[in-house]
C-alpha cells in the first residue's frame, strides 16, 4: 500500500491512479489528519509526500512520520513543486529517501517507486541475514549491523539513502563509482534521466561529516564528470 499526502485534488487523483494501474495498491490524502488516522489503521510500504500543503506542511508529516516507530523505517519520497536545491536538502535532512520535482512523468514516479520499494526489501533481508562487520576508513567507522555511523568518536545522525551512500562508498574505497553507479546500487535505479539525487545527497552527507569532525568531508572526493570515490587513508 502507498499513501500520497497532496492537497491538489487533480494531481493526486492522477498519481494514485498511475500507481493503481502500475499494480499498486494506492491511497490519496488532502490533509495531515487524514494520513495519520490511516497509517493507525494500515502502515504503508511507502509514502509520498508534497511539502506545500495548507495545514501541517509535508516536512512536519515527515519529521512525524520518522519520530514514530511503527514508520520511522518507511521509504519517503517527496513530491513537490519546490525544486530549489534549499528545498530538497531541507527535506533530505527531514529523512526523506527520495526527492522528484513537479512536474513529473509517471514513469519516471513508477520507476522510483519500485526502485524504493526494493532497496526496501533487500535492507530487510540484508538485516535477517549473517550481519557484515563493520568498515572504517579515515575517522570514519560504519556498522552495517547496527546501521550507526561514527566519525571521530562523535554519532553521526544520517538519513536511510545517506547511510546507504556512505556505505556504498566505503565498500569500493578507493575506486570511483559513477553516478549512475550509485543509482543502481543505492536507488535500485537503471536510468531515471536527468537527475541531481546522488549529487544533493553527496553534498548533505559531507556536510554532515564535516560538522562531526573537520575535514571528514574531504575523504569523499569527486572525480569531475565522472562520480565520487572515498580516498584510502595511508
Known amino acids: 500500500m502507498i499513501y500520497y499526502v497532496e492537497d491538489d485534488t ?3 487523483d492522477l498519481t494514485v491512479y498511475a500507481l493503481k494501474q502500475a499494480g499498486f495498491e494506492a491511497r490519496g490524502f488532502a490533509h495531515a489528519d487524514e494520513f495519520f488516522a490511516a497509517c493507525r489503521e494500515e502502515v504503508p510500504e511507502l509514502i509520498l509526500l508534497d511539502i506545500m500543503l495548507p495545514d501541517v506542511d509535508g516536512l512536519e ?3 512525524r512520520v520518522r519520530a514514530d516507530e511503527s ?3 518507511l521509504p519517503v519520497m517527496m513530491l513537490t513543486a519546490k525544486g530549489t536545491e534549499y528545498d530538497t536538502v531541507c527535506g533530505l535532512d527531514a529523512g526523506a529517501d527520495d526527492y522528484l520535482a513537479k512536474p513529473f512523468g509517471m514513469m519516471e514516479l513508477v520507476s522510483r517507486v519500485n526502485a524504493l520499494l526494493r532497496r526496501a526489501q533487500q535492507q530487510a533481508q540484508a538485516t535477517a541475514g549473517e550481519p557484515e562487520g563493520e568498515l572504517s576508513v579515515g575517522p570514519i567507522v560504519l556498522s552495517p549491523a547496527a546501521r550507526t555511523v561514527v566519525v571521530g568518536g562523535t554519532p553521526v545522525s544520517l538519513t536511510l539513502k545517506e ?5 556504498a562508498l566505503m565498500r569500493n574505497r578507493g575506486h570511483v563509482l559513477t553516478r ?3 543509482l543502481e546500487d543505492v536507488w535500485g535505479v537503471t536510468y531515471v534521466g536527468e537527475t541531481r539525487t546522488v549529487d544533493v545527497h ?3 552527507l559531507r556536510q554532515k561529516l564535516a560538522r562531526a569532525k573537520e575535514g ?4 569523499i572526493g569527486t572525480v569531475r564528470g565522472v562520480g565520487y570515490c ?3 587513508i595511508e
Do not use: E
Open 10 to 12: 487533480n494531481i493526486r
Open 61 to 63: 508529516i515527515l519529521r
Open 71 to 73: 514508520t520511522s523505517t
Open 163 to 167: 547511510f546507504d551512500l556512505l556505505h
Open 180 to 182: 549512475a553507479q550509485l
Open 202 to 204: 553527496i553534498q548533505t
Open 216 to 219: 571528514a568531508d574531504l575523504l
Open 230 to 232: 572515498l580516498r584510502v
